[in-house]
């Protein structure tokens, strides 16, 4: 790796881990300002007490926006935690088995990636109930297959490498070959590949909540809070920018730190 390319990937980092930070901080610093009614000060343009103006309950975009990001990015990250984990757990495991076990688990894979991932998401949480909990075990359900098909593919290609027939030769039992010689050499594959999809996992989140079926008013989460302002986007318009400008800032940081990353691996 280059010395430019090292601290641009360093630079990336500390900015996500300090976004992260300013997130998880913002409802501790808030309160119960964020859902507190207050129809005098209702629809104030951005100014120097409230930097992004007030929605129509007269509550601060600007700590609503802030407060609402743990309810959109946290999950994001969190679902992708749950699925890479199982997902390339079931695909080491089905490339390293073989045989019928193999053909089985890749049907079952083939299968939830024939359906478009949203629509899929979207009937599930119409069997599960709205609510941001349903949405994210919703977006699991789907997701976890896109790594169980990934890591199996690169399994099987790792199988006929040198250094790991060597480990099967010196008896080296499954779980042990697998975290010690697949997880290192996959791991920067997955890595990559899940910080891309951060991204699209806000979006879905985001979105399902902007229509219905995912966080439920007075919740600050961003889909949301467009989905709330969008009736008064003629008179308010900085309700919905500013989450929207959120949600874009936060898509092209993950995009940004996912483009370094495969750079680098």
Known sequence: MSQARHQR???LVLITIAFLAILCIAPL???ENITKVDLTRAF??????????TDALGRSVFQRTLSGGIQTVLPAILI???????GSFIGISSGLLGGRIDKAILLLITAFQAFPSIIFVIMLVGILGVGLEQTILAICIT???KYAYL???MTLQLKKEPYIQSAVMYGN????????????SLFPQILTTMMF???????EIAGLSFIGLGAQVPSPEWGAMINDGRTYIQEAPWIVFFPCLMIILTVLLFARLGEILKQTV
């Open 44 to 53: 104030q343009a951005p100014n120097a007490q409230e930097w992004f103006g």
């Open 80 to 86: 992708l935690m749950i699925v890479v984990t199982i």
């Open 173 to 184: 039992g499954f779980f042990q070959t697998m975290t010690h010689y697949y997880l290192p």
């Open 197 to 203: 999809d951060v991204s699209t996992v806000i979006m």
């Open 143 to 145: 997701t976890w297959a």
């Open 151 to 153: 890591t199996r593919s």
């Open 29 to 31: 610093v808030f309160g």
């Open 9 to 11: 990937l360093k630079f």
